[in-house]
Each structure stands twice: as structure tokens, then as C-alpha cells.
């Protein structure tokens, strides 16, 4: 089916005759399809090894795809051409992708499939972003909308076999597409995608009661308190890194130490940081400090980092989920009077955020039931696991757990039985010969 649809493309040009020769050949397909002539600018990007030509694609999208009356945004895609009979790895980027603009990323699954590689950006993130539009718009459904749309054109393109693909917010992203529109890609693969039930999930305040040995737990605990226990001297120091930084707090300086000390266990555990990287409480505070900002980062909770985050908590908090805090242990040292932390304080102000539940029930169902030719990929020791897609055996689908492992969990890590799983899933699915996983 042809698509109507107006692109303004902008080509980064190689150097070199043979990514020039590349470009030209996928232009000319998409000006097969085009409704307009294409709007060129020549702009120096990078080539990764392998590639034939690598450009940036900025395809026009409704900004509410049952309303395209009311304006249109134009979604940023990084398009790696290998070749028109290879596959296509398609990645639905949670956030922005200006990673990509090297030229030179390539997922592990684009190696392995020696594929053709889409990098989609995010509605409302990097430079997708609708010129003053309501947040209203930033929805799953829309946003698997987007992607549609995109991999029709892709389909206009390629005859051979579509892979979607995406990490944390980018696997959820592809999981939400295809519950949408399970018959777009050939095949899914989705790393640590948490697929949440509420809006601050309390799946994960358990999972981290039991996490790792009592010890380690113990440790992380004593911690947290020995920071509150030093607030004032805590606190001299977080006003000088402001200051040294130029940031500024999106809240008070108590509060900021509450919920940096409140995130400790769940940064600690979704990035695998080493017990005996934890400070004795015989250390000094500087010690103290360094630690505590180096797993989380001052910068999440402080302008303008945190802006780039907004569109990701307004989502979070009215459809797709986060987690909350156990101040178990913890709350006479804090300050709230409450007792209560809700990281609903990092969305955008003004709103008032009623949680959509049905939409996660939705995707639920669609995993339990329907969702066929996925394969899911977790860690171990990764909080975000709790939460984990749920597969059932009626569907045709497969989830992996790396032993020990977190947030960073990728085919690469799995033990080698899984990864011979996972080669003879993927070629009963796109029905095509793969090697052997090669790192």
C-alpha cells in the first residue's frame, strides 16, 4: 500500500563515491513514495563499517494520529543503509537519539544480522519535539502510531525481514508497537523493557527487599542512613557542586538529599555497582558524597538536565509507570513531614496526572495472549526486572534472565545455550540463515 505522507529529508553525505552511490539508491525509493520533493541540506555524518551510506530522515507525523487536523511535528529517524536484500533492525529509541548522529552506532543485533539499521526517535524527545504542543498527544497509542507509519515506509523500501528492537524505554516502545500492530515487524527483541501496573509499581520496593544477600543490603542501608546522619556537611557540599556546575535544584536542598539517598538501593542495583565500592561510615564525607552522586547524578534532579526528562515522567505518570521509594529505616532522618516520596515531583508542573491503566492492561493481555516472535531479555539483579514481561506458552515468544547481572543485560551476556536459543528463534522467525553469535 502506497503512503501518503510528506517527508523533509535531510542527507548527510558520505565521503567518499561509494556513499553517494548508496544515498542515491535509497533515494530513488523513497521517491517512489513521496508526495513532495525533498528539502536537502549537505551535512558531514559519519559511516559505520560495513555501511553503505548513512543519512538523517525527518518524516512528518501528525501530531494526533486521529486528529491529523491538529498539526504535525517532524520525527527525527537515523537511517544505516547496508543493502536492500539484507534485513532491517528497526530501533524504537525511548528518548532522544542524538547518539546517533556519529553515523557509526550499531546495536549488536544490526552486527549480527549484518542488517540495515532505522533509529527512531521519540515523539517529544531530542528534536521530534511538536512545537507547543499539549502534552495530551505524548500517548503509547500515538506514539506506536509513529512507528507504524515508519515501518510502512520501510516496507516500501525493503523487501527483506523487519526486527524491532529497543532498550529499557526503548523496549517497552517496541513492545507497545507491536501490541498495536503485531504484524509490522517479523520479529521483536526487547532488553530490561519493564511493563509496569501502576503508577509507582510497588513490585520493585519488594524486589529490592530481597535482591542480593542480607550483608549487601545491610550495607546499602547503613549508607543511606550515615549520609542523612552528615545533612549540614552533606549539604555544603551539594551547594558547591551546584555552584561549580551551574545547575540548579528543581526543589530544596533537604529534599534533594532525601530523594538522592531514597534512589540509592534501585540505581545501585540497576547498574551493578560493587559492594566494596560502598563507604564505611568511618570514611569522610567528601567519600560519602562522591559515591552517592556518582551512582545517581545531581544532575537528575536540577535544570536543565532534568528537562530533557519531562516527556518521560509525564509518561510515566499517566500511562506507562515508575516505581516508588521504601523509606523503611530511614524516615527520621528524612524531612518530609509526610513521610511520603513521590517522584511525580520530576514531571511537568501543572498537571493533574490521572494514570490510564487500561492502556498497560492492554499491553498485558497483548503479551500473555498475543504477543508472538518476541524475545525479551532481563537482569538478574536489575530491579526493572520485577516488573518484567509475562509471556505464556500461548504465544510463540521467549524471555531470557542473565545470571547475576543488571541493567546493561544484552544477548552478549547471556550464557551460550541462551544465545543458541535466541540464533534459532530469530531464524525461524525471519526465516534466514544466521551464524553463530559471534562475542
Known amino acids: ?130 512545537e507547543g504542543a499539549a502534552w495530551q498527544y505524548l500517548t503509547v497509542e500515538n506514539a506506536a502510531a509513529d512507528h507504524h507509519r515508519i515501518i510502512q515506509l520501510i516496507h516500501q523500501i525493503y523487501k527483506s525481514p523487519v526486527i524491532t528492537t529497543g532498550i529499557s524505554k526503548g523496549g517497552q516502545t517496541a513492545i507497545y508497537h507491536r501490541t498495536f500492530y503485531p504484524d509490522d515487524a517479523d520479529a521483536t527483541v526487547a532488553y530490561v523493557a519493564p ?32 549520609v542523612l546522619k552528615r545533612r549540614n556537611e552533606i549539604n555544603i557540599l551539594l551547594f558547591n557542586e551546584l555552584a561549580s556546575n551551574q545547575l540548579k535544584l528543581i526543589m530544596s536542598v533537604d529534599s534533594t538529599l532525601d530523594f538522592l539517598v531514597l534512589e540509592y538501593p534501585f540505581s ?61 529505616g530511614l524516615d527520621k532522618l528524612l524531612t518530609a513531614s509526610s513521610g511520603y516520596y513521590s517522584n511525580k515531583v520530576l514531571a511537568p508542573r501543572g498537571i493533574v496526572y490521572q494514570f490510564n491503566g487500561s492502556t498497560l492492561q492492554k499491553v498485558r493481555d497483548f503479551i500473555a495472549l498475543k504477543g508472538n516472535r518476541i524475545i525479551y531479555i532481563y537482569g538478574e539483579n536489575d530491579p526493572w526486572t520485577a516488573s518484567a514481561a509475562m509471556p505464556t506458552t500461548a504465544v510463540d515468544s521467549r524471555r531470557f534472565v542473565v545470571e547475576g547481572y543488571h541493567h546493561g543485560s544484552r544477548i ?28
Not at 532522544?96 to 550499531?106: F, L, P, T
Not at 552486527?111 to 527512531?120: E, K
Not at 547471556?414 to 540464533?423: F, N, Q, Y
Open 195 to 226: 511493563i509496569n501496573i501502576a503508577q509507582e509499581d510497588p513490585r520493585e520496593i519488594y524486589f529490592l527487599k530481597s535482591v542480593g544477600s542480607p550483608e549487601i543490603r545491610n550495607k546499602i542501608l547503613n549508607f543511606q542512613r550515615e
Open 412 to 439: 552478549y551476556h547471556l550464557k551460550p545455550s541462551d544465545k543458541e536459543e535466541v540464533k534459532k528463534l530469530l531464524m525461524k522467525w525471519l526465516k534466514i540463515d544466521l551464524p553463530k553469535y559471534p562475542w
Open 268 to 328: 545501585f542495583w540497576q547498574w551493578g555497582i560493587s559492594e566494596k565500592d560502598i563507604p564505611s561510615a568511618n570514611q569522610p564525607t567528601e567519600a560519602l558524597f562522591k559515591h552517592l552522586t556518582d551512582v545517581i547524578g545531581l544532575g537528575s534532579y536540577c535544570h536543565p538536565a532534568m528537562d530533557y526528562f519531562y516527556p518521560f515522567f509525564y509518561q510515566a505518570y499517566t500511562e506507562i509507570g515508575y516505581y516508588g521509594y521504601d523509606t523503611t
Open 1 to 130: 500500500m502506497k503512503i501518503s505522507i510528506k517527508c523533509w529529508m535531510i542527507i548527510l553525505l558520505m565521503l567518499g563515491y561509494q556513499g553517494l552511490q548508496g544515498q542515491n539508491k535509497v533515494w530513488k525509493q523513497l521517491d517512489k513514495w513521496a508526495e513532495k520533493d525533498f528539502h536537502l541540506k549537505t551535512t558531514p555524518l559519519g559511516r559505520a563499517p560495513g555501511m553503505d551510506t548513512s543519512f538523517v530522515l525527518w518524516l512528518e507525523q501528525p501530531i494526533d494520529h486521529k486528529h491529523p487536523e491538529r498539526g504535525s511535528f517532524y520525527q527525527r529517524i537515523f537511517v544505516q543503509h547496508r543493502s536492500f536484500d539484507r534485513p532491517v533492525v528497526v530501533v524504537t529509541e525511548g528518548y532522544g537519539a542524538e547518539y546517533a548522529y556519529s553515523g557509526r552506532h550499531r546495536e549488536e543485533l544490526t552486527q549480527w544480522l549484518d542488517a540495515n539499521q532505522w533509529i527512531i526517535e521519540h515523539r517529544y524527545f531530542g528534536m521530534s519535539r511538536p
